[in-house]
């Protein structure tokens, strides 16, 4: 029988910690999931600290006797207001998802949203593997979505160095800025540019709702990265009156730096079409590579529909690793599934 047991309860002991820290390993070596290979108890500390500071924040176990079989998660963000919106995520050890567990991890997702008032919940797979969840579950998908990584051995360096040559020169109307945390009088800016993108981006079916971050909710996030030494890597491109029209970011962890995340690389619509996120993705790579020799690759994710950043991401050497989609996990559906 499997059961679950929260990370933020008394009863989940440094042990449990320990055992938990052996999953996330066990999943990184089978299925080459990102995570941060430092220690359970920086792991147990980050955990904690970042459900301390997102109040809506539930991650548990799946454990069947005395082997942990996976985790999930449910995050709320800006809960109690209009604008409030659930995230899920989760991963297994299991070979294949079973029956039992998706009967053992959907009751409580239908709880947590309950609780906060939730009829949806947004959950974003990076492979076929833990897609199955949400096909189980009757789940809707938007859109098809594929994870690519750029492994620094293998990197078109030669033609990065040519795009930060070439693409500056045709653009002198503007200049690049390099921030390892975006400072406070550009934050407004760029999570402003950030929703922006975000909705831009091509969907293959309409959103279920707008993307939504306000500067409290960046605030927060970027001190929590502060706190745990976790560097979000900028370039921005300004025009001559100092708006900020364009950036790419980066995620890196100082204490593993094998695996970046590069998260994000938007330009403002009137400013497409000039080979801006060349520009910006090359000065990135290169940039993560001079300060942490220890990188190794770069992963992101993205739309399959999304054909002009793949091109320029295809010129630079990334390789796709795997393919998942988007999906809108709904009550109805988990009813529906808990109800046959």
């Keep these: 029988m499997l059961t679950l047991l929260y990370i933020d309860d008394p009863q989940f002991t440094d042990e449990l910690w320990q055992h938990y820290y052996e999953l996330l390993e066990e999943l990184h070596k089978r299925y080459n999931t990102r995570f941060a290979q430092t220690s359970w108890l920086q792991t147990k500390e980050r955990m904690l600290s970042f459900a301390k500071a997102e109040k809506a924040y539930h991650r548990f176990v799946v454990s069947d006797g005395n082997r942990m079989v996976g985790w999930a998660a449910l995050c ?15 991963d297994t050890a299991l070979n294949k998802i079973s029956a039992e567990f998706a009967h053992a991890v959907a009751p409580d997702i239908v709880r947590l949203l309950e609780k906060h008032n939730c009829s949806t919940a947004h959950f974003t797979s990076t492979s076929q593997r833990t897609s199955e969840l949400a096909r189980m579950w009757g789940s809707r998908e938007l859109n098809r979505l594929d994870r690519y990584r750029l492994y620094r051995a293998d990197a078109n360096l030669t033609l990065m160095k040519q795009w930060l040559d070439t693409v500056p020169r045709a653009n002198p109307d503007l200049r690049l800025e390099f921030f390892d945390s975006v400072p406070d009088e550009y934050l407004a800016s760029h999570t402003s540019l950030f929703v922006q993108f975000i909705r831009d981006m091509p969907t293959e079916r309409e959103q279920e709702t707008p993307f939504y971050m306000d500067n409290e909710e960046a605030k927060r996030q970027a001190e929590w990265h502060r706190q745990n030494n976790i560097f979000l890597y900028t370039y921005a ?31 403002e619509r009137k400013y497409r079409g000039r080979g801006l996120s060349k520009w910006l993705k090359a000065a990135l790579f290169i940039k993560v590579g001079e300060d942490f020799p220890e990188n190794e690759m770069m992963t992101t994710d993205m739309r399959a529909v999304h054909k002009p950043i793949q091109k320029v ?26 109800a046959d």
């Design 76 to 90: 709320v963000r800006n809960p109690g207001t209009s604008k409030q919106a659930a995230y899920f995520d989760f």
């Design 313 to 338: 991401n295809a010129q630079m050497g990334y390789v796709l690793e795997s393919q998942g989609n988007e999906y809108v996990i709904d009550l109805e559906s988990l009813h529906r599934f808990l």
């Design 237 to 267: 491109l300004f025009d001559q009156d100092n708006n900020m029209v364009a950036h790419t970011n980066a995620s890196i962890d100082s204490s593993d730096p094998k695996d970046v995340y590069q998260s994000m690389t938007g330009v």
